[in-house]
């Protein structure tokens, strides 16, 4: 999609893009403001202007819509079928929610964070979507009793690790095998969302210099409560397991629920607490 910048000032007003497409101009401004799309130029007076690209973005999203995906998940497919596919979960995240703050874990930190989150899930019995990465199957292993019991209530429950092959065992997550040199190989993800809760944690290793005891292991971490990050982390991860189990990446895309209201400052407050506290346990 051009920038906006680069749109000509003559462009379609709101009214125009919604007679073309059907959608109200209540609904389109909804949608720039929760989601970032569809992305107007601007003129001195700050009125919207669309182009012809903006009206064929608008009604891809539309059409995906009608088959069954959540309205993020088609904002996201239809963007994404314009840029490449990202590396991995953090890098995707990264790119698409740059008001996300990285913070540095140590490993202990970090597993701590992850324990939590599959323990608030499990607390919760809360369906929806489950997704984890492990960096190796012999990591999934020593988690694999955990993650049968997120799987049990799951709507749909993914495990990303370098698996010989594609297993669907019963009353457990799928399991999906990434080759050693991609990107998703060195990160440690955990994504939940269901309809009464959402959590997003996607963090890459920092390689060591010299070796290291297992403790010591350092990790750019971004993490969130919020639904709308778990949404983009559940888009991004079905934009990688696509080639690699269509029917999965299907089901991750056709969530049941509609997108969540933006999160209020108090919510934001309490994970900029979380953020700190955890650099401050992670520091000791």
Same mark, same amino acid.
């Given at each position: 999609m051009a920038p906006a910048s680069s749109r000509s000032s003559t462009g379609l007003t709101s009214s125009q893009l919604s007679d073309r497409t059907g959608v109200p101009a209540a609904t389109l401004r909804m949608w720039e403001a929760r989601h970032g799309f569809p992305v107007p130029a601007r003129l001195a007076g700050g009125h919207r202007r669309y182009s012809d690209d903006d009206v064929e973005l608008v009604r891809a999203v539309i059409a995906r819509r009608e088959e069954g995906l959540s309205l993020v998940a088609a904002i996201e497919r239809t963007l994404s079928a314009r840029t490449a596919a990202p590396a991995s979960i953090f890098a995707g995240l990264a790119e698409r929610r740059p008001d996300l703050q990285p913070m540095l874990l140590s490993k202990p930190a970090l597993l701590a964070l992850s324990r939590?989150?599959? #323990?608030?899930?499990?607390?919760?019995?809360?369906?929806?979507?489950?997704?984890?990465?492990?960096?190796?199957?012999?990591?999934?292993?020593?988690? =694999?009793?955990? +993650?049968?019991?997120?799987?049990?209530?799951?709507?749909?429950?993914?495990?990303?690790?370098?698996?010989?092959?594609?297993?669907? !065992? =019963?009353? /457990?997550?799928?399991? *999906?095998?990434?080759?050693?040199?991609?990107?998703?190989?060195?990160?440690?993800?955990? *994504? *939940?969302?269901? !309809?009464?809760? @959402?959590?997003?944690?996607?963090? +890459?290793?920092?390689?060591?210099?010299? #070796?290291?005891? #297992?403790?010591?292991?350092?990790?750019?971490?971004?993490?969130?409560? $919020? /639904? %709308?990050?778990?949404?983009? @982390?559940? &888009?991004?991860? @079905?934009?990688?397991?696509?080639?690699?189990?269509? %029917?999965?990446?299907?089901?991750?895309?056709? @969530?049941? +629920?509609?997108? !969540?209201?933006? &999160?209020? !400052? $108090?919510?934001r407050t309490a994970v900029r607490q979380a953020h700190r506290m955890l650099a401050y346990l992670s520091a000791q």
């Open positions: 939590a989150i599959e #323990d608030e899930h499990c607390a919760g019995a809360d369906t929806g979507t489950v997704i984890g990465s492990f960096q190796t199957a012999s990591f999934y292993r020593q988690s =694999a009793r955990r +993650w049968r019991e997120l799987a049990r209530t799951a709507r749909v429950a993914v495990a990303l690790a370098d698996f010989q092959r594609l297993r669907r !065992p =019963a009353r /457990a997550p799928v399991e *999906v095998p990434i080759g050693r040199e991609h990107a998703l190989a060195r990160e440690w993800a955990i *994504v *939940v969302r269901a !309809p009464r809760s @959402a959590a997003t944690l996607a963090a +890459w290793e920092i390689p060591a210099t010299a #070796d290291v005891a #297992d403790r010591e292991r350092r990790f750019e971490v971004l993490w969130s409560p $919020e /639904a %709308d990050v778990a949404d983009n @982390a559940v &888009a991004i991860a @079905a934009e990688l397991i696509e080639p690699l189990a269509p %029917d999965v990446a299907a089901l991750l895309a056709t @969530a049941p +629920w509609e997108p !969540p209201a933006p &999160a209020s !400052p $108090e919510l």
